[in-house]
């Protein structure tokens, strides 16, 4: 099956799939980010997970020799660096003059990055956490949003609004691509997400659990064998404030892959659903 839409000529890759931003030390670079392009979705290089932006640029040309597919850059705009307007100077002009063409922006609005990617002739998409900021950034001239769920890992919403409500509401009233996040792990979530209406999927915790990433088998391991019933785990994750959150996608990563199969795996179980579809002639 093809997955030829919108957000994949957007952003250049084989599938409407995007890695997520990680912002801690070690974590959001090119050893993550390169198998996950090489294996048809689109890796983001996280500027704030480097030390300064020399440590970033040689990381950006070692993603670059190792694949020639997109990989893309993500700003996160936090309570730190939303006061220091000229933080990521330095950080963009590589980005652009390397030649990215995907920028992302997170968290606090930052029209200047948008506008300078713009300007650069790059796609500029912006992720956050409600239908309200969603609007907000379109108008602003972003060519597509990420909105994060109430499932998802990351500044929680404070609507409270699921991966679902965003897409289904989110679509009646926003004209540029929707990309889902938030408790999203399988072929199946990949497919439902579509289905309501998102141009792609974005994932964070599932991409945690891969063997790419760099963390002990411990963290992979609890990742997996996660209880999302426990009321304990539940109780954290609607709590809204400034931490970040587990995600529900922990209930759905079964296994800790190497990236290309764990896409392949998606993919795969996405065509059986929509072949279970077809066979009860649910599609035509
Ligand atoms: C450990 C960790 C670190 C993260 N760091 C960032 C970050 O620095 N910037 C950002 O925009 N999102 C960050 N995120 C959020 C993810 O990019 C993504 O939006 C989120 O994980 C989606 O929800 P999911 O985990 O249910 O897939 C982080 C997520 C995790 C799990």
Same mark, same amino acid.
């Given at each position: 099956?093809?997955?030829?839409?919108?957000?994949?000529?957007?952003?250049?890759?084989?599938?409407?799939?995007?890695?997520?931003?990680? &912002?801690?030390?070690?974590?959001?670079?090119?050893?993550?980010?390169?198998?996950?392009?090489?294996?048809?979705?689109?890796?983001?290089?996280?500027?704030?997970?480097?030390?300064?932006? !020399?440590?970033?640029?040689?990381?950006?040309?070692?993603?670059?020799?190792?694949? !020639?597919?997109?990989?893309?850059?993500?700003?996160?705009?936090?309570?730190?660096?939303?006061?220091?307007?000229?933080?990521?100077?330095?950080?963009?002009?590589?980005?652009?003059?390397?030649?990215?063409?995907? /920028?992302?922006?997170?968290?606090?609005?930052?029209?200047?990055?948008?506008?300078? /990617?713009?300007?650069?002739?790059?796609?500029?998409?912006?992720?956050?956490?409600?239908?309200?900021?969603?609007?907000?950034?379109?108008?602003?001239?972003? !060519?597509?949003? /990420?909105?994060? &769920?109430?499932?998802?890992?990351?500044?929680?919403?404070?609507?409270?609004?699921?991966?679902?409500?965003?897409?289904?509401?989110?679509?009646?009233?926003?004209?540029?691509?929707?990309?889902?996040?938030?408790?999203? &792990?399988?072929?199946?979530?990949?497919?439902?997400?579509?289905?309501?209406?998102?141009?792609?999927?974005?994932?964070?915790?599932?991409?945690?659990?891969?063997?790419?990433?760099?963390?002990?088998?411990?963290?992979?391991?609890?990742?997996?064998?996660?209880?999302?019933?426990?009321?304990?785990?539940?109780?954290?994750?609607?709590?809204?404030?400034?931490?970040?959150?587990?995600?529900?996608?922990?209930? /759905?990563?079964?296994?800790?892959?190497?990236?290309?199969?764990?896409?392949?795996?998606?993919?795969?179980?996405?065509?059986?659903?929509?072949?279970?579809?077809?066979?009860?002639?649910?599609?035509?």
């Amino acid at each position: 099956m093809k997955f030829d839409n919108i957000l994949t000529r957007m952003i250049g890759t084989k599938y409407p799939i995007i890695q997520g931003a990680f &912002g801690m030390p070690g974590t959001g670079d090119s050893r993550l980010a390169v198998p996950v392009s090489e294996a048809g979705g689109l890796g983001i290089l996280t500027a704030i997970s480097f030390k300064d932006p !020399d440590m970033f640029q040689e990381d950006l040309r070692i993603a670059k020799s190792k694949t !020639d597919k997109p990989i893309a850059v993500n700003f996160s705009i936090l309570h730190e660096t939303k006061f220091v307007e000229d933080y990521f100077d330095d950080f963009l002009k590589i980005t652009l003059d390397e030649g990215v063409e995907t /920028v992302f922006t997170s968290a606090y609005t930052v029209s200047n990055i948008g506008k300078a /990617v713009k300007d650069a002739g790059g796609t500029w998409i912006h992720k956050c956490a409600t239908i309200r900021h969603a609007l907000s950034i379109e108008k602003k001239g972003a !060519d597509a949003v /990420v909105i994060v &769920g109430l499932e998802g890992t990351g500044f929680k919403n404070p609507d409270q609004h699921t991966t679902l409500i965003n897409i289904t509401a989110g679509r009646k009233l926003i004209k540029i691509p929707i990309i889902a996040a938030g408790g999203i &792990g399988d072929g199946r979530g990949f497919v439902a997400a579509l289905a309501a209406g998102a141009a792609g999927v974005y994932m964070g915790t599932a991409f945690m659990a891969t063997k790419e990433y760099q963390a002990k088998d411990k963290l992979k391991n609890k990742i997996i064998n996660r209880d999302i019933t426990d009321p304990e785990y539940i109780k954290k994750l609607h709590k809204i404030d400034h931490d970040v959150k587990p995600s529900f996608a922990s209930g /759905v990563v079964d296994s800790v892959l190497p990236i290309k199969e764990f896409i392949d795996k998606i993919i795969k179980e996405a065509e059986e659903v929509m072949d279970e579809f077809k066979k009860f002639g649910m599609l035509k």
